[in-house]
């Protein structure tokens, strides 16, 4: 019988299977940053280990970054970073870290430089690690006493997750974007949806999507539960690499892409689980609730609790964000607009946001931030930071801002933002901060009017 991507992937990194016992997996790839890196070297100090591959270790310092750049205030965030560097110089590892060209979200970083690429098993001690899926290899998040296992022999022991194919067929119509499919995806299937599972995305709309948009994808594939997200690589991906400073060069270069283009699933393979989605059906797509399965069409309204899979879920979200049932979600004001994160803050993003606040003003606080130091300065190349600021906008260095309440870029309590990012939980953002998910497209023309909009209402 033929091999899912998945598997195929998976059987090439097994190093040892023992009957009952999770497969121990090489990983090729170790990503790590400052908030769950700090017991692992502790417990590689007590137990007199070094890092076992040190090249295939690479640092970033992006959660706890202020990215208005000066020292950090708070404690507990200061104290995590001095430990990454003072960790990395220990261990010999390679740290960006804040003030270096290649400092950024560890998730965005990899990628850039063709760290990640297709085949490979990628780990971090990051739930978001999904995104590098997109190149088609096996990439997760672990937690921090995995962490320290991988960082002392590069191996991994897990067991093997079910597959499940998302056929995404058709074509995702004129301004709909990546972030629009992937809401509706988990609105459709939950955030338990794909638990247990590596998700395949597949299909006509999934292949025509840029590298960027297949990471946006990816990344959001933790957010309906599943263990990891792929997609098969091919043109589009090697053409991404090609060039990049990790990526194999001249005889090794066509080796790899004759390797990569082995990595699809079989015509006879079976996955375990199949859903199938029509792009062409979609529309905008914002949240409404406090998880992001709580999604629906920008034109539509915000659902009544019964009509929700959870009614239960559905009325504690409401009250939480301040939200009746029935109001048209075009009607719902927003005082704060983020463009950025590991989802959506790549140089595509923020020329489709540019492209939308070009010639206009914003009129709620608006935050836009690299998700590199590089894309910051490829935006500027480009010269987008200069529409952003014309527009009113800010524009800041790298790191995860807004993401998550980890860093000064916050909500205050109450206030309801726009947000490209990933997670709409309770005090995301900030305690009592609200907050709708959207594409950068939606974001920025929120950002023009004051309430949720897509680029064609203005
Ligand atoms: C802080 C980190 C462990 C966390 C994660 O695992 O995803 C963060 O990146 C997030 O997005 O919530
Ligand atoms: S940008 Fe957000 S989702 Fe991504 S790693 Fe940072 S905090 Fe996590």
Redesign the pocket.
Known sequence: MGRTLAEKVWEQHVVRRAEGEPDLLYIDLHLI?EVTSPQAFDGLRMAGRSVRRPELTIATE??NVPTVRGPIDDPVSRVQVETLRKNCAEFGVRLHPMGDAGQG???IIGPQFGLTQPGMTIVCG???TSTHGAFGGIAFGIGTSEVEHVLATQTLPAYRPKTMAIEVSGELPFGVTAKDLILAIIAKIGTGGGQGHIIEYRGEAIRKLSMEGRMTVC?MSIEAGARAGMIAPDETTFEYLKGRPHAPSGADWDAAVEYWKSLVTDEDAVFDTVVEIDASTLTPFVTWGTNPGQGAPLGTSVPNPEDTPDPAAARRALEYMGLAAGTPLRDVEVDTVFV????N?RLEDLRAAAEVLRGRKVVTRTLIVP?SMLVKLQAEQEGLDEVFKAAGAEWREAG??M??G?NPDTLAPGERSAST???NFEGRQGKGGRTHLVSPQVAAATAVTGKLTAPADL
């Open positions: 940053h992006d959660h979200v560890v998730h990051d739930s978001h990344n950025g994160s590991c989802t803050g998700g995860c801002s993401c998550l980890m990012s990933n997670r």
